[in-house]
């Protein structure tokens, strides 16, 4: 195996993409006494408060802008999606409402909440995957979507 198989290797992106997300919750709640929430990173730009709006827009900043990074230094995979573009509207608009009735999302409640030990977390992450694993089963293999 030589480095250039390593780099192009799935467990070698997910491995690095995880430890940046780890490494980036731990540095927002280090320094900044934050939790990674992105939902409500982004839910709170509206209303921040003074001194708080910088630091949300440079983190999400840098969620816009990684992925360019990524394409110059190692170009993107290719990616098909299956789904018809209302399905993905629908599905995100569903991801939000649900974001707001679990109070977070996947990056606060199954990366620093769960990090955390907190059972809010936890019971959240168990029912959006669970809710998730259903979500596919029905439509993938029961209505042949």
């Known amino acids: 195996m030589n480095l250039s198989d390593f780099t192009h290797n799935a467990y070698f992106a997910s491995l ?74 629908i599905a995100g608009l569903l991801v939000g409402i649900g974001t707001r009735y679990a109070s977070g999302c996947t990056s606060g409640h199954g990366v620093c909440g769960i990090s955390r030990g907190s059972l809010r977390s936890i019971v959240a992450t168990l029912t959006f995957m669970t809710a998730g694993f259903i979500t596919v089963y029905l439509t993938r293999h029961l209505l042949g979507l």
């Open 16 to 89: 690095s993409g995880g430890l940046l997300i780890g490494l980036a919750a731990a540095m927002l709640v280090l320094l900044n006494g934050r939790i990674a929430g992105i939902s409500g990173i982004l839910g709170g730009l509206t209303q921040a408060k003074k001194g708080d709006k910088s630091w949300r827009i440079l983190f999400l900043l840098g969620l816009v802008t990684a992925p360019f990074v990524y394409r110059i230094s190692f170009g993107l995979p290719a990616v098909t999606i299956e789904a018809e573009n209302i399905a993905l509207i």
